[in-house]
């Protein structure tokens, strides 16, 4: 079974950094993309960032210029190095993947569970 382990949330003061990482577990036949969205209570699940297996980058008008995506597909791990963060950044974070697992051979949507980025002073 495919589980995608979020890890690198926590509490930031304004202008502060924080680095995500999100790993894909085994059974992994091929990873199309990957990437991040966040939510906030109330709100709609948006955009942050993703990552293609080519290495297509596309970010949310939002977080460009302070956030920047990366990937090491040998790891099946994506990061997100988020800098300048601004209050307006809190929320929770999911990591995602697009990707054909072993058991299925099928392209599949998976996410992870979460993990909640502060921005508080």
């Known amino acids: 079974q495919v589980q995608l382990e979020e890890s690198g949330g926590g509490l930031v003061q304004p202008g502060g950094s924080l680095r995500l990482s999100c790993t894909a577990s085994i059974s992994i036949f091929r990873i199309n993309a990957m990437g991040w969205y966040r939510q906030v209570p109330g709100n709609q699940r948006e955009l942050v960032a993703t990552?293609?297996?080519?290495?297509?980058?596309n970010y949310a008008d939002s977080v460009k210029d302070r956030f920047t995506i990366s990937r090491d597909n040998a790891k099946s791990t994506v990061y997100l190095q988020m800098n300048s963060l601004k209050p307006e950044d809190t929320a929770v974070y999911y990591c995602?993947?697009?990707?054909?697992?072993?058991?299925?051979?099928?392209?599949?949507?998976?996410w992870g569970h979460g993990t909640q980025v502060t921005v508080s002073s």
């Open positions: 990552i293609t297996v080519g290495g297509t980058k």
């Open positions: 995602y993947a697009k990707l054909v697992s072993r058991a299925t051979l099928r392209s599949d949507d998976y």
